[in-house]
Every structure is written in C-alpha cells, then in structure tokens.
C-alpha cells in the first residue's frame, strides 16, 4: 500500500500473489446455464427417438440409401432417354434381370419324348428364350403353349431351382396325308388333323388320300391297298368318291376305279389280268372295274385314235362293209 493507504494492484485483476477473481452472481449463473445446455443434446441424442431410430438401423444403412438414390438417378435419366426401355427389350423384364443376377436363370433345358419336332420349337412354343428366369417363369402357361402344337399330343413341364427346366412330351404320329377343298393336311391314324401340310421331308413319304370324308376310312383305304399284292408299291394315292367307293392312282398317272362292293375281290382280278398280259403296261389312263363281268379300259389319247384308224379300215363281219 502507499502512504494513502491505496494498493499498488487492481482487486479484480490477476496477479502473483494476488487472490484469484471472484465471480458474481450472475457470471456463475450464465455458467451453469452453459454447462445444462452443452449436456442436454447428449441426452437427448442418447434417449431420443434419433437414437432409437439409429439403434434399429444396421450398419451401413446410411451407406445403402445413398446407393440407392444415386441408383435411383441414374435410372431416372436412363429412361428419359429411352436407354431403359431398350435394354430390357433386350434382356427381359427388370425381374427377370434381378433373377438372373442372383442366379436364377434358365440355364438348362432337358427335352424328352421329341421325336419330330425341333427342339428350336418346342422352346418357342413354351416361351423359354435368353431373357427368361426361372422364378417368373410359368410351367402351366408354358404346358399350355407346348400342347398348342398340332404335333403334340400331350406335355408336362417342371421348374428345377435354380436353374434347371424339364418338359417331358408326348408326340401325335403322322400317318396320311389328307387332301380336301384344295389343302392338304397331316392326319393321325384317328383321322385327326394334326398339321398344315408344307413342303417338310418328314411329311414326304406318307400316303395320300383325297375326298370329303377320306379321313375317317382310312382303316378301309389300307386294306384294299394291302389287297394289292405286287402292285401295292406302285399306289400313289386313294380318293374317296361321294364317301362310297375309291379309285386309285399309280405311279404311271394311271387310275384304277374300284366298285363300291367288294373292291378286294376287283383288285385280285386286276393282279391277274397283269401278271398275264401286263394290263397295266399298255397305252391306257384308266381302268375301270366296276362291274363285275368285264374290265373296261380308258386308252390314252394317242392309242384312241390310232385304234379308230385301224378299226376304220376293218370290214363288218358278214357284211364286207369297210367302217
């Protein structure tokens, strides 16, 4: 202190030696209230509904959404383009897509039962192609498609995960062809229509008949041409007239009209007339065995008329009158 009794430091101020400060009353509430402040958000965060929320969610959530959203985006901006459409045009429905990319494709088919059909066919018929997954795909549908197919009789179709498809078919014999109204149809030995007829190698070697009705006679038709003996190889076709009798055609183009009664018992005549003097090798079209006591013959058109120049020269008998 100086001689006025004043101290040569402040009270307030820090100083070797010194007291340390006192705050007043409202520093040392503005202090506590800083101190409440600073912990409420802790406990907030610890008891809250965020930290709840936080707790329930597994880790990397966070990470996931933002994938997603930029996913999301990118998605957004290929399909206004019209990227989008045209890769899953390509590469199948978005399920499918998904499917695949876990492992769920079709990766393996196993056909059994085929005999005629292609492979290529029946695959299009059941709907199974690249862009296909073998969860989304329907084994009922696809039967359905299979069975569709004028050649197959009947088909079961069954879904082995992951990614294995077996179809197991039953295929209709093709036993004629069946020419009516202008098309010619591949039948069954029932009579029923199986196919549209198109220039197909496995169609080629059938036999052939023609007429309102041949379909359903065709038991009829192959017991008359197993009447034939010898000279079945050389019938090419059977047409059914008025769905009474048949007439046949050979190989040559000729025609053989059989009587609606007991046409085997016309074709023995027929195989004897040829094996003694070899009918069938003689300028005729047609052969008609109808009735019962003759053959009438049908020459072709050169054989007609050489046959009327030498008739025209051949006097009546008892008469000598030329004609």
Known sequence: MDGGGRLFESLTAGSPGGAPPRADAGT?????????????????????????????????????????????????????????????????????VAARMLGFGVDAVTISGIA???????????????????PFLDAEVAREGLEALP????????KLFPDQVTIGLVEREPYALWQV????????ADGEVIDLFSEDPRYAALPHVVGEGANGRLEDYFAIVDAAGPLRARIRAGTLVAERRWTLKLDTGLDVRLPERDPMAALERLVALEAAHGLLEKDIIAVDLRLPDRVVVRLTEDAAQARAEEM?????RGRGVNT
């Not at 005629?116 to 073998?134: F, K, Q």
């Not at 109204?181 to 069954?188: A, K, L, M, P, T």
């Open 181 to 188: 109204d202008g098309q010619v149809y591949v039948i069954s």
């Open 28 to 96: 040392r509430s503005h202090a506590r209230f800083a101190s409440m402040a600073s912990a409420l958000p802790a406990a907030f965060r610890r008891r809250g509904p965020i930290a709840r929320l936080e707790r329930r969610l597994p880790r990397f959530a966070g990470t996931l959404l933002l994938t997603a959203f930029f996913a999301g985006v990118t998605l957004s901006g290929l399909s206004a383009g019209g990227r989008l459409d045209a890769f899953f045009a390509e590469h199948g429905a978005p399920r499918d």
């Open 151 to 158: 050649l197959v009789r009947s088909a079961s179709v069954r």
């Open 312 to 316: 025209k020269d051949r006097p009546l």
């Open 116 to 134: 005629r059909l292609r492979e290529s066919e029946v695959l299009d018929a059941a709907g199974i192609d690249p862009t296909v997954s073998l």
